[in-house]
């Protein structure tokens, strides 16, 4: 009992900030209205018993003028007025058209808000590099942590799944419960008193139904319990299949050029292999689970006929009496047996719910956990000073390092590989959380772009860029990232393309080399595959062309360019930037004469070494 209110807490944790957003009125409202909607099916179900009870009794009496009124018109007879069944029919299929057509309306409104939020939180603070940095089940120093693996599938697919689940349970489990004590009443009435051991059992169809229900619903729980986590793990590995996928897709070439295809096919078929796994645990544990709900249900079609049999062939009770009685009981049975019929999808609601709650947990730690590393101060210039570096298990980079840059000035680090150059500028950044000391960036020039509050209302989301020092500070990995869609917002990314006119968009590219570019701004393009790694670094420098940082910090920017191309574009960058302070890692030396200052990690620190020629 402890543990589905502990589930039921959570899974109302997750829905309250819909049903008490800005949005709450318009959801309450359409919620209000699939309820009336719902009430109304019940009522037309209730009606229909009392329908079937006067057309059994017409055929019973072969009355031709019944039978017609009640099929086609109406019937009044000694308990009222009845409809005839096509009025009713009509009724009830525009009422059931509506009430769908409402409830995915609410389902598409609700879905739609909750991804705005978790896109929110995960983008907020960095959160999603924190979890990055973690995913796939281990921690900062190798603890294992839930909620991290595969957060698109949380956002894209779970929130999905709780949102249907929860109002298609929620809304099903109200109608059920309505149900149940309308046709109570009905059946009450209908089966009258039993005597057994000398003992009168008023409305005894009403105990049998729920002798009955109660007996399918402990036995489908023994049965099918392990539905539950085998579910949490389905979503598990379906969505480490699907990663595994699509990291063949983008890195295509990477794999063919070194004939990686049987290890991949291995990998691959290690992870379906876990889901098959996992597939035939859930059929078998499905096949127990409907082996005894079928049977429970087919019994249920008979059932109330046997009990009501005695009474019918006593002539205590019409043709058409036996038929409601079927059907009320049916309906009591039936809602009754709610957790029974309902069982699979309250395991995967469950399973959804769990996921949710522990990537919100994930979420919320790696946000708490934003202030952690080194300390982010504002000054004149930028410096690190008793600057300690780790990686995520633990391992120490740099221990005690200290490093001053003025505005406008250059300096290259250089230092051997997996020395920390690349996680020195990480911390500079402000994204490197496992460290230590203090980093001083300079202060963020008035009328920069502010970041937006959190709709969540939480703390406020990252701007985009990095904002800091007379202006704005631009980091280009390795690595570029290149975003979906055109060519112009992989240039401007990550500011608004809007703000530039083709022909200054069209002058970076030629600057950085990429001129037959210009042409096709708008091509919407896999850029990331289409273009070699040398071109995409040729973009990464054109945006920092176009967008003018006061900061510009290059992490082997270059790296996949030949020396003359890196050394002119190098001047480049010197010519059109002159006001721009910036920082290179590199390893080549000729990289070194287009700076000031030559920084080198060394030993766990940074050791300042000969002045770079000029």
């Given at each position: 009992?402890?543990?589905?209110?502990?589930f039921l807490?959570?899974?109302?944790?997750?829905?309250?900030?819909?049903?008490?957003?800005?949005?709450?009125?318009?959801?309450?409202?359409?919620?209000?209205?699939?309820?009336?909607?719902?009430?109304?099916?019940?009522?037309?179900?209730?009606?229909l018993?009392?329908?079937?009870?006067?057309?059994?009794?017409?055929?019973?009496?072969?009355?031709?003028?019944?039978?017609?009124?009640?099929?086609?018109?109406?019937?009044?007879?000694?308990?009222?007025?009845?409809?005839?069944?096509?009025?009713?029919?009509?009724?009830?299929?525009?009422?059931?058209?509506?009430?769908?057509?409402?409830?995915?309306?609410?389902q598409?409104?609700?879905?739609?808000?909750?991804?705005?939020?978790?896109?929110?939180r995960?983008?907020?603070?960095?959160?999603?590099?924190?979890?990055?940095?973690?995913?796939?089940?281990?921690?900062?120093?190798?603890?294992?942590?839930?909620?991290?693996?595969?957060?698109?599938?949380?956002?894209?697919?779970?929130?999905?799944?709780?949102?249907?689940?929860?109002?298609?349970l929620?809304?099903?489990?109200?109608?059920?419960?309505?149900?149940?004590?309308?046709?109570?009443?009905?059946?009450?009435?209908l089966?009258?008193?039993?005597?057994?051991?000398?003992?009168?059992i008023?409305?005894?169809?009403?105990w049998?139904?729920?002798?009955?229900?109660?007996?399918?619903?402990v036995?489908?729980?023994?049965?099918?319990?392990?539905?539950?986590?085998?579910?949490?793990?389905?979503?598990r590995?379906e969505?480490?299949?699907?990663?595994?996928?699509?990291?063949?897709?983008?890195?295509?070439?990477?794999?063919?050029l070194?004939?990686?295809?049987?290890?991949?096919?291995?990998?691959?078929?290690?992870?379906?292999?876990?889901?098959?796994?996992?597939?035939w645990?859930?059929?078998?544990?499905?096949?127990?689970?409907?082996?005894f709900?079928?049977?429970?249900?087919?019994?249920?079609?008979?059932?109330?006929f046997?009990?009501?049999?005695?009474?019918?062939?006593?002539?205590?009770?019409?043709?058409?009496?036996?038929?409601?009685?079927?059907?009320?009981?049916?309906?009591?049975?039936?809602?009754?047996?709610?957790?029974?019929?309902?069982?699979?999808?309250?395991?995967?609601w469950?399973?959804?719910?769990?996921?949710?709650?522990?990537?919100?947990?994930?979420?919320?730690?790696?946000?708490a956990?934003?202030?952690?590393?080194?300390?982010?101060?504002?000054?004149?210039?930028?410096?690190?000073?008793?600057?300690?570096?780790?990686?995520?298990?633990?391992?120490?980079?740099?221990?005690?390092?200290?490093?001053?840059?003025r505005p406008?000035?250059?300096?290259?680090?250089?230092?051997?590989?997996?020395?920390?150059?690349?996680?020195?500028?990480?911390?500079?950044?402000?994204?490197?959380?496992f460290?230590?000391?203090?980093?001083?960036r300079?202060l963020?020039?008035?009328?920069?772009d502010?970041?937006?509050?959190?709709?969540?209302?939480?703390?406020?989301a990252?701007?985009?860029?990095?904002?800091?020092?007379?202006?704005?500070?631009?980091f280009?990995?390795?690595?570029?990232?290149?975003?979906?869609?055109?060519?112009?917002?992989?240039?401007?990314?990550?500011?608004?393309?809007?703000?530039?006119?083709?022909?200054?968009?069209?002058?970076?590219?030629?600057?950085?080399?990429?001129?037959?570019?210009?042409?096709r701004?708008?091509?919407?393009s896999?850029?990331?595959?289409?273009?070699?790694?040398?071109?995409?670094?040729?973009?990464?420098?054109?945006?920092?062309?176009?967008?003018?940082?006061?900061?510009?910090?290059?992490?082997e920017?270059?790296?996949?360019?030949?020396?003359?191309?890196?050394?002119?574009?190098?001047?480049?960058?010197?010519?059109e930037?002159?006001?721009?302070?910036l920082v290179?890692?590199?390893?080549?030396?000729a990289?070194?004469?287009?700076?000031?200052?030559?920084?080198?990690?060394?030993?766990?620190?940074?050791?300042?070494?000969?002045?770079?020629?000029?």
């Amino acid at each position: 009992m402890r543990r589905i209110v502990s589930f039921l807490h959570d899974a109302w944790a997750l829905a309250r900030p819909y049903w008490t957003s800005e949005e709450r009125w318009r959801a309450r409202g359409m919620l209000a209205l699939l309820v009336v909607l719902n009430l109304s099916l019940v009522g037309l179900n209730v009606l229909l018993t009392f329908w079937q009870r006067a057309f059994y009794n017409a055929l019973e009496a072969r009355d031709w003028d019944g039978f017609q009124s009640l099929l086609l018109t109406w019937r009044v007879n000694e308990e009222g007025f009845l409809p005839g069944f096509c009025g009713i029919a009509a009724v009830f299929i525009l009422i059931a058209v509506y009430q769908l057509y409402l409830r995915q309306a609410l389902q598409i409104r609700w879905r739609r808000w909750m991804t705005v939020v978790y896109l929110e939180r995960w983008l907020a603070d960095r959160a999603y590099y924190r979890l990055a940095l973690s995913e796939g089940g281990r921690g900062s120093r190798g603890q294992a942590e839930e909620g991290t693996d595969n957060p698109d599938q949380r956002i894209a697919e779970d929130v999905r799944l709780y949102v249907d689940n929860t109002l298609a349970l929620g809304l099903d489990l109200m109608s059920t419960v309505v149900t149940l004590f309308s046709f109570v009443a009905v059946l009450w009435s209908l089966s009258g008193p039993l005597t057994l051991f000398g003992l009168d059992i008023p409305g005894y169809m009403v105990w049998v139904a729920m002798i009955y229900a109660v007996f399918g619903t402990v036995v489908t729980h023994l049965i099918g319990r392990r539905l539950i986590g085998l579910n949490f793990d389905r979503q598990r590995v379906e969505a480490d299949f699907r990663f595994a996928l699509m990291r063949l897709r983008e890195n295509a070439e990477g794999i063919a050029l070194y004939g990686g295809e049987r290890d991949e096919h291995r990998g691959l078929a290690e992870r379906f292999r876990a889901l098959m796994e996992n597939f035939w645990s859930i059929m078998v544990t499905t096949k127990r689970v409907t082996f005894f709900t079928a049977s429970y249900s087919q019994v249920a079609i008979i059932f109330p006929f046997v009990v009501a049999a005695p009474a019918f062939f006593a002539g205590k009770v019409t043709l058409g009496g036996l038929f409601q009685i079927s059907s009320a009981f049916g309906q009591v049975q039936g809602s009754l047996s709610w957790f029974v019929t309902s069982y699979r999808d309250l395991a995967d609601w469950r399973a959804t719910v769990r996921r949710l709650t522990g990537f919100d947990a994930a979420l919320a730690a790696a946000r708490a956990a934003a202030a952690e590393g080194p300390a982010l101060r504002e000054g004149p210039a930028l410096g690190v000073e008793g600057l300690g570096l780790d990686l995520p298990d633990g391992r120490r980079l740099l221990a005690d390092a200290a490093l001053t840059v003025r505005p406008g000035e250059s300096v290259v680090i250089t230092g051997a590989s997996g020395s920390g150059k690349s996680t020195l500028l990480r911390a500079i950044a402000g994204i490197w959380p496992f460290g230590r000391g203090t980093v001083t960036r300079p202060l963020a020039r008035a009328g920069e772009d502010q970041a937006g509050e959190d709709p969540a209302g939480g703390a406020p989301a990252q701007p985009v860029g990095t904002a800091t020092a007379g202006g704005t500070a631009l980091f280009l990995p390795q690595r570029p990232y290149l975003p979906l869609g055109t060519l112009r917002r992989a240039v401007c990314y990550p500011a608004d393309a809007a703000r530039y006119t083709d022909a200054e968009i069209g002058a970076a590219l030629e600057k950085a080399g990429l001129g037959a570019l210009r042409d096709r701004l708008d091509e919407v393009s896999a850029w990331d595959r289409r273009l070699s790694g040398g071109e995409q670094q040729r973009v990464a420098l054109a945006r920092a062309l176009l967008l003018r940082p006061d900061w510009l910090f290059l992490d082997e920017a270059t790296a996949s360019l030949d020396p003359a191309a890196e050394q002119h574009l190098y001047r480049v960058l010197k010519q059109e930037l002159p006001g721009t302070a910036l920082v290179s890692v590199a390893h080549r030396p000729a990289v070194a004469e287009f700076h000031d200052r030559r920084v080198q990690v060394k030993d766990g620190g940074l050791v300042e070494a000969a002045a770079a020629p000029a």
